[in-house]
């Protein structure tokens, strides 16, 4: 965050809605004098929350950006997107299912790119994959699935000419304590929208049968045999079986 431009937007805002900093602070439930130092752009003693409020009494968001060498991280982040993306993706071609990985669409307005899209012949199943490296915001996220499986019969059926007599969704996590805590957090919205769990998924990949929601976590182990845990960034292990036959700690395959 840009502490002076902050600053800066928040004075903006108020004096575009012709408030007084009395004002703001009263919309935000803060003091006038804190008010003011934000809009100086002294606001690195404050909370995120405090921040929060203050935008969103002026209709507006506070977005956090983690920056790190440039643009490292996001190439950190692509990368372990993509492995799981093709882990899954390898377990899904074993078991017989044809696979096509980022299928954008674009369908009156709405647009997207579906980060795997699997076709099983014989059912005629057709299996939509987000791929998530972590779970920020479970609205936003549920809200973006839901539409990809809402439409993709026509997107498959446009693009391969794919013709589908059920279509399920399957939102992909690594399977991290971190991971599964925020799932076990949200339980009633998640258990809601995508019941099934791990094993449950493993055993409908292997026998399609009729609809299925719910969330896979894949072992979040690179191609180059390091794995994310729970405490320490990296822990190597020797390499063994295929990074999704090994067993899900908690929910095993």
């Known amino acids: 965050?840009?502490?002076?431009?902050?600053?800066?937007?928040?004075?903006?805002?108020?004096?575009?809605?012709?408030?007084?900093?009395?004002?703001?602070?009263?919309?935000?439930?803060?003091?006038?004098?804190?008010?003011?130092?934000?809009?100086?752009?002294?606001?690195?003693?404050?909370?995120?929350?405090?921040?929060?409020?203050?935008?969103?009494?002026l209709d507006a968001t506070v977005a956090v950006e983690v920056r790190w060498r440039g643009g490292a991280l996001d190439r950190l982040l692509d990368e372990r997107h993509a492995f799981l993306s093709a882990a899954v993706a390898s377990m899904l071609e074993a078991r017989g299912w044809l696979v096509r990985p980022e299928v954008s669409y674009s369908v009156y307005g709405e647009r997207g790119s579906i980060d795997l899209v699997a076709w099983h012949e014989t059912t005629r199943s057709l299996l939509i994959v987000e791929v998530k490296t972590e779970l920020t915001s479970i609205q936003v996220t549920l809200r973006k699935h839901d539409e990809k499986v809402r439409l993709g019969p026509r997107v498959v059926g446009d693009r391969f000419g794919w013709r589908t007599v059920a279509v399920s969704?399957?939102?992909?996590?690594?399977?991290?304590?971190?991971?599964?805590?925020?799932?076990?957090?949200?339980?009633?919205?998640?258990?809601?929208?995508?019941?099934?769990?791990?094993?449950?998924?493993?055993?409908?990949?292997?026998?399609?049968?009729?609809?299925?929601?719910?969330?896979?976590?894949?072992?979040?182990?690179?191609?180059?045999?390091?794995?994310?845990?729970?405490?320490?960034?990296?822990?190597?292990?020797?390499?063994?079986?295929p990074p999704l036959m090994q067993a899900d700690a908690s929910n095993p395959p």
Do not use: C, Y
């Open 169 to 241: 969704g399957v939102l992909v996590l690594p399977a991290t304590t971190s991971s599964h805590r925020h799932v076990q957090r949200h339980a009633a919205i998640l258990d809601a929208a995508l019941p099934a769990r791990t094993r449950a998924v493993h055993e409908w990949i292997r026998a399609p049968s009729g609809r299925l929601a719910g969330i896979l976590f894949v072992p979040d182990v690179s191609h180059r045999g390091v794995k994310s845990g729970a405490t320490t960034p990296h822990r190597v292990r020797h390499r063994g079986q």
């Open 1 to 57: 965050m840009h502490d002076p431009r902050f600053g800066n937007a928040v004075r903006a805002l108020r004096r575009r809605r012709g408030w007084r900093q009395v004002d703001l602070a009263r919309a935000a439930t803060i003091s006038r004098s804190l008010v003011s130092a934000i809009e100086r752009g002294r606001v690195e003693p404050l909370t995120l929350k405090t921040l929060r409020s203050v935008a969103a009494a």
